[in-house]
């Protein structure tokens, strides 16, 4: 696991007091939503406040983009690697 998945699935973690899951038991091509870890659009809300904070990441919060950024720790991971690049 990369260091940036290990600390995308912590800030999830953190940030949505998951208390009875740990990083390693997050899959990284699993979704987020719904189907997968099962969560909802609250905690899409403040997973986006939180990369905000962190990566300083801003999201269009009805697009279909950020949907897609929001699929799984995976695609987390790659829009966080590239916005770390383009800044």
């Known amino acids: 696991m990369t260091e940036l ?3 995308l699935k912590q ?8 208390e009875d899951i740990s990083a390693e038991d997050i899959d ?7 189907d997968g870890l ?3 659009s609250i905690d899409a809300l403040e ?7 962190r990566y300083g ?14 699929a799984s720790i995976d695609a987390l991971a790659e829009l966080v690697a590239n916005h770390a690049a383009s800044v």
Do not use: N
């Open 5 to 7: 998945k290990k600390q």
């Open 11 to 18: 800030l999830i973690i953190d940030t949505l007091d998951l």
């Open 28 to 34: 990284s091509a699993e979704p987020l939503f719904v």
């Open 38 to 40: 099962g969560l909802d």
């Open 47 to 53: 997973l986006g406040l939180a990369l905000q904070k």
């Open 57 to 70: 990441i801003k999201l269009e919060a009805d697009s279909e983009e950020t949907r897609r950024h929001f």
